[in-house]
């Protein structure tokens, strides 16, 4: 999940290159001496740890695909378990004193103190993911998570026999409220009298409360759940009660074989490497984007065996409507909770409003 | 939200307050030995990626209970020989304790994340697990459910009703009088600390294999902060620590069960509040006078050092 802090990242940090290793013998981050042609030398920074096996880990994935597409001309780092504050900021610092000549920060908690390094060092490129703030030397990039919503909310709307679906949730901030809205529209749109019951758990991370709430909605009626959380255990409490569910950040089908229908995958590294070359190439800019599926920022994990032909097609054909740019998941007539229009038939939520989300519509 | 859910409802309580009474009875006795042990949170984690590596190394979830309990255990010795060998500072050895327990079971746990186990079984006899209401509540819970209810009833009678138990409080009292009656007030304490280590690591265990079978950095979430709570709230009595451990359980589950239902009456960060304003209250009433009986060991969270 963009921007958020993982609870205990600053009692903690493992293998490779600690911040901890790091801050303990400066240096240790030194970059091989300059070569007959330098390598471009490219650094991450993650607030959590490699191995949550969801929002980090397919940031290191990104690092990995740069890695492996450029190979000998590029040197890439990482620094896991980064606080925010002060301690991201002399992460920063150290991070360019040795010499990167590019920083993706990926948590939303960095960007004030990438912001105040960036000035200190204009020749460094940074690229800030989940933030807002740009600057000559800062760009920040987005995705646009909400398309896979749709697809889920469609499958969900055409395979659940209770008409029933449970999302548990972490914290309402538009990030996961555009979420459940997007869902629970596509779900409508399938079935009108399909229900999303949201549960908040109030942390990003809480195998137990998850397991409970999951619990809870399946006790109620559901027979679909979805999450906005870190860990797996929703879907691992989905297929122990034998119900589907939907990933989150990352393939799941390791935990719930049978009962994942399909997962929501951030994709970084097409945009990571297309920026690692225009470094490369001199044509780098700062910039604002917020990529979706047409660019392969967002993916779908293969469908489970609980998927039926009829649903598979259904969700073929938003998938590739969001793609083509036929179907947009905020298209109106969008009705709120309380029964008043919020867009228009005919019109369509820009980005700023989508990002300003604060609103629930009906049935969810 | 229907009469129906209830029993679910209760069902799935249970595992919520599970482990919150197996670290909470540990810290009980700690406590009335007189160690106050801040150092819960890192105790279960160290039990819970125990449990977790030796439950799907060995594929006996019995090896992973047992190594869960040994791991809180291993840990408490240190936090033992910080406070009663060396008569360190109880609240920053504890604090210490449970840093460092935090660190250590990312680090043992790296491999393990994304994996799961076979969850603990729950109990099914036939045809009585199937008499309603009374089946899935009492009948239908996994061995570790029973084991703490089990182990409570035994501190209580322990605690209360055995020449052990008053020979524990009496250190816990007044260590000084049990040192002059030729008690020795070290080696009670270490095997206090050493059973409240192994609880919490069970509590840990029962994260990790049965409520969520998985490991996952972090995955106590706060619980031990928690326990640590209740032991307070129950006024270092063992029953009223299990009912203190079923109230929260029932209310934090309770809470999610009435979002889905759509009903949110009272707001969830008010809910979350509960516990420790119960706590603020039953401490205010215990200093207050009113009820000295309930007040804490008298020689809680001071060091012991033999005096001749």
């Not at chain 1, 990039?141 to 395979?159: I, K, M, S, W």
């Not at chain 1, 879907?235 to 034998?242: I, K, P, W």
């Not at chain 2, 049990?178 to 008690?183: H, I």
């Not at chain 2, 409520?211 to 979430?221: H, N, R, S, V």
Request: charged share 15%; with cysteine.
């Amino acid at each position: 999940m963009p921007g958020k802090t993982v609870p205990g990242n600053n009692l903690i940090s493992v293998p490779i290159l600690s911040r901890r290793a790091l801050l303990a013998a400066p240096g240790a981050l030194a970059f091989s001496p300059a070569r007959a042609t330098p390598k471009l030398k490219i650094a991450f920074i993650y607030t959590g740890p490699v191995a949550d096996g969801g929002y980090t880990y397919q940031h290191d994935l990104a690092r990995q695909a740069i890695q492996h597409h450029f190979g000998g001309a590029v040197e890439t780092h990482f620094v896991e378990n980064v606080g925010e504050g002060q301690e991201c900021e002399r992460v920063l610092r150290q991070l360019a004193g040795d010499g990167a000549d590019m920083v993706f920060s990926t948590s939303f908690s960095f960007m004030n103190a990438v912001t105040r390094v960036a000035k200190l060092y204009p020749e460094v490129k940074f690229e800030q993911a989940t933030g807002y703030k740009t600057a000559p030397n800062v760009a920040e990039y987005n995705l646009r998570f909400y398309e896979g919503r749709a697809v889920c909310g469609t499958l969900a709307g055409l395979l659940s026999k209770t008409g029933i679906a449970g999302y548990v949730a972490a914290y309402p901030i538009p990030e996961v409220v555009m979420g459940i809205n997007a869902f629970t529209l596509a779900a409508r749109a399938q079935n009108p009298h399909f229900r999303v019951r949201v549960v908040w758990i109030s942390s990003w991370i809480d195998p137990g409360r998850e397991a409970d709430a999951a619990n809870s909605l399946i006790d109620q009626g559901a027979d679909i759940l979805t999450d906005h959380m870190d860990s797996a255990a929703v879907m691992q409490t989905a297929q122990a009660r034998g119900v589907q569910a939907f990933g989150q950040s990352a393939d799941r089908s390791a935990v719930g074989p049978t009962a994942q229908l399909t997962a929501i995958i951030d994709n970084w590294a097409p945009y990571c490497i297309a920026r690692v070359q225009s470094v490369l190439d001199g044509s780098w800019r700062p910039g604002s984007v917020w990529l979706g599926m047409k660019q392969g920022g967002v993916e779908l994990a293969p469908y489970g065996p609980a998927v039926t032909p009829p649903a598979r097609a259904a969700a073929d054909r938003i998938k590739t409507g969001i793609i083509d740019g036929s179907v947009h998941p905020f298209a109106g007539p969008i009705i709120d909770q309380s029964g008043r229009l919020r867009v228009a038939a005919g019109q369509t939520m820009t980005d700023d409003d989508i990002l300003k989300m604060d609103f629930f519509v009906q049935g969810a | 939200m229907n009469v129906s859910v209830l029993v679910p409802a209760l069902a799935t309580a249970t595992t919520s307050a599970t482990p919150l009474l197996l670290a909470a009875m540990g810290e009980t006795v700690t406590e009335r030995a007189g160690v106050l042990n801040l150092g819960i949170e890192g105790m279960m984690l160290v039990g819970a990626v125990c449990a977790f590596a030796i439950d799907s190394a060995s594929g006996s979830q019995i090896l992973g209970i047992a190594a869960g309990a040994f791991g809180g255990a291993a840990l408490s010795v240190v936090f033992a020989l910080l406070t009663l060998t060396l008569a360190a500072n109880q609240v920053a050895s504890g604090l210490a304790v449970a840093i460092f327990g935090a660190g250590l079971s990312s680090l043992l746990g790296a491999g393990f994340v994304g994996r799961s186990v076979v969850p603990l079984a729950h109990l099914h006899i036939f045809l009585l697990s199937d008499i309603p209401v009374l089946g899935p509540l009492l009948l239908r819970q996994d061995l570790l459910v029973y084991a703490s209810v089990a182990i409570t009833a035994g501190t209580w009678w322990v605690l209360g009703r055995t020449r052990t138990g008053m020979v524990l409080r009496a250190v816990g009292e007044n260590d000084q009088s049990a040192y002059a009656l030729g008690y020795n007030v070290i080696r009670i304490r270490y095997l206090a600390v050493l059973f409240g280590g192994a609880m919490s690591g069970l509590a840990g265990a029962y994260l990790s294999l049965a409520a969520t079978p998985m490991w996952m950095e972090g995955l106590t979430a706060g619980r031990g902060w928690i326990a640590l709570v209740l032991v307070v709230f129950g006024a270092w009595r063992p029953w009223r620590v299990l009912i203190g451990a079923y109230l929260f359980g029932g209310i934090s589950v309770l809470q999610l069960y009435l979002q889905g239902a759509g009903l949110v009456a009272i707001p969830s960060q008010i809910l979350a509040m509960i516990p420790y304003l119960a706590t603020i209250i039953v401490l205010t009433a215990i200093s207050a006078g009113g009820a000295r009986r309930l007040a804490a060991p008298a020689c809680l969270g001071k060091p012991f050092r033999a005096t001749t």
